[in-house]
């Protein structure tokens, strides 16, 4: 009250005019209340919906009486606005809608909802339960309400046979978008998925910080939409991915042109064992090499990269090198001239490189003298180095320890 106006009241009449007509009962009230908020565009009668029926409340009775005029006499039936709820959900198709209406049933203590999708949630495949429209909703709802912060949204768990996994994955986009970390590794996301979580990744409300997508069929033109979600700025994720996804050189294009718009978030990045060549590796590099980018570790293994990469890699570390902290390259035929291309970047003092792979890369005494030497000029960052399986190496590695002393960081070799 202020001035002895209801302020309440005068500013909200809109509102309030559900509450005018005394001959209704409170359960009236309520359902004339859940219409109009099912019938805004906006969503702006939501949160007041919530807060009448949280007051219908025994507890809050008292309360009422001093906001409502003329409230002796108004009866109330709990269960018939539960039902009436319950009614309304089934014909809603709208989720959002629907989840209002579950927040409408909480505030009505009725915990129905959440014992029965309990039951599904228990069985790990909300695929072969045949859930409603209603019913999905039902599992956001508790998902979302009844869970601690969402920190990792997993598909597996609520998809274990594996059998329409993209139609589960769109059922539960909200979970996921309130997830930090998103697994959907081997989830066969088709293109619609990517779509869909492209617009996930770039929303302003989005906690993704993680992106697992490894091991699915995305190929060139999936991973140019998610790259549209990636090089908006509103987008957040830090780690991603992408092993295995069927990926070549005009993927890379799209990740390259994503660092370029948006190079302050990604850390992580993991493109291995996708045929990305040398064409993909120099078009990555151009994202690579802007000094704003920020990536840290960078996973390349198997991805068909020979010497000619290997350049544009070592181009990168020189327009960028105070960023990168570990490379892994196994896997890749660089040979000795590959890896004294390599070199020619490690061995800028300013380059940051503290981890490098190079299992399997077809490297011989040759190529550890080029390491070497690059060591010698920047002694004090590669702590790291993995050259096993490169069996033609003889006496290479005496001179990769020949620099240890006391000015330098503990390094490692495997060999």
Same mark, same amino acid.
Request: proline share 2%; hydrophobic share 35%.
């Given at each position: !009250? ?10 909200? $009449? ?12 409170? $359960? ?5 209340? &859940? ?5 805004? +565009? ?17 507890? #809050?009775?008292?309360? *009422?009486?001093?906001?409502?005029? +003329?409230? @002796? ?5 709990? @269960? ?35 014992? +029965? ?9 909300? +695929? %072969? ?9 039902? &599992? ?9 912060? !969402? ?5 597996? @768990? ?44 770039? $929303? ?27 090089? #908006? ?5 830090? %780690?991603?991915? !992408? ?41 990555? %590099? ?28 070592? %181009? ?10 570990? *490379?892994?390259?196994?896997? #890749?035929? *660089?040979?000795? $001239? ?78």
């Amino acid at each position: !009250m202020n001035r002895k106006k209801n302020v309440l009241k005068q500013k909200h $009449s809109s509102k309030l005019r559900i509450l005018k007509r005394t001959e209704d009962t409170l $359960s009236d009230i309520h359902k004339s209340a &859940v219409d109009q908020a099912l019938q805004s +565009q906006n969503g702006h009668l939501d949160l007041f919906v919530r807060f009448l029926l949280g007051l219908s409340q025994d507890s #809050n009775q008292a309360l *009422l009486q001093h906001l409502l005029t +003329q409230t @002796e006499g108004i009866s109330h039936n709990k @269960e018939e606005t539960v039902q009436y709820i319950q009614k309304k959900i089934k014909e809603n198709s709208s989720a959002e809608k629907s989840i209002n209406l579950f927040h409408c049933l909480n505030e009505l203590d009725d915990n129905s909802v959440v014992e +029965q999708v309990q039951q599904y949630l228990e069985s790990g495949d909300l +695929q %072969s339960c045949k859930l409603s429209p209603s019913q999905w909703s039902a &599992v956001v709802f508790v998902l979302l309400t009844t869970s601690q912060k !969402m920190e990792v949204f997993d598909l597996h @768990e609520y998809n274990k046979s594996g059998c329409g996994s993209g139609v589960v994955f769109q059922k539960l986009l909200p979970v996921a978008a309130a997830s930090r970390t998103a697994y959907l590794t081997g989830t066969n996301l088709n293109k619609k998925s990517c779509a869909t979580l492209a617009s996930i990744i770039c $929303s302003e409300s989005s906690s993704v910080r993680e992106l697992h997508l490894s091991k699915n069929p995305l190929g060139d033109s999936g991973v140019k939409l998610i790259s549209a979600g990636l090089k #908006n700025s509103l987008c957040k994720v830090e %780690s991603l991915w !992408m092993v295995d996804c069927n990926i070549s050189n005009e993927g890379c294009a799209a990740l390259a042109s994503a660092l370029k718009s948006n190079p302050s978030h990604l850390i992580v990045l993991d493109l291995s064992r996708n045929n990305l060549g040398n064409s993909g590796i120099k078009l990555l %590099s151009v994202g690579l090499e802007n000094p704003l980018c920020i990536l840290k570790i960078l996973w390349l293994r198997y991805c068909n990269i020979t010497d000619e990469g290997c350049a544009a890699l070592a %181009s990168a570390l020189k327009s960028n090198p105070s960023h990168l902290k570990e *490379l892994h390259l196994s896997g #890749n035929k *660089l040979g000795d $001239s590959g890896v004294k291309l390599l070199s020619a970047g490690l061995g800028n003092p300013l380059c940051t490189v503290e981890i490098l792979w190079l299992k399997y890369c077809d490297i011989t005494d040759e190529g550890c003298a080029a390491l070497a030497a690059a060591r010698k000029s920047n002694p004090s960052h590669l702590k790291e180095l993995d050259l096993t399986g490169n069996a033609q190496i003889r006496t290479g590695y005496e001179l990769l320890f020949a620099f240890n002393h006391d000015n330098v960081p503990v390094f490692t070799s495997y060999y």
